[in-house]
């Protein structure tokens, strides 16, 4: 699963969001790092709804213009659980490979002693 994906699904986790709320959402998780142009947020979110992880969750009129919101699915919190898991297991494995290191300082892993 590529990095923009699963921020968008992480965004969704909690509650449904309009595109811009994803735009944002995404920023604050990626720390800044992922910035999602509407063109590309709207690409991926056809996509993931295509694939079922995602889905409409109403339409509202703001401002004279449609506002989608679209929440996590069941089948997308799946695969979102199992992309969590998957990367907990090579940043284990990476911390262990440091920890084994010659000249490694295993004090600067984060719960190491």
């Known amino acids: 699963m590529q990095e923009p994906t699963m ?6 986790a909690t509650r449904p969001l309009h595109g811009y709320g994803i735009i944002q959402a995404v ?3 990626s720390d800044g ?14 996509r993931l ?13 703001v401002d004279g213009r449609l506002r989608r919101y679209y929440r996590l699915t069941d089948t997308g919190a799946q695969a979102l659980t ?6 907990r297991r090579r940043a284990a494995a990476a ?5 084994t290191r010659a000249g490694s300082l295993p004090h600067a892993l984060p719960g190491t002693p």
């Open 95 to 99: 911390e262990s490979q440091l920890r």
């Open 82 to 87: 199992a992309e969590a898991d998957r990367l």
């Open 7 to 12: 921020l968008i699904l992480t965004a969704l």
């Open 33 to 46: 790092e992922v910035t999602l142009r509407p063109g590309t947020l709207y690409g991926a979110l056809d």
């Open 49 to 61: 709804a295509d694939q079922s992880l995602i889905a409409v969750d109403r339409e509202e009129a």
């Open 27 to 29: 920023g604050t998780l």
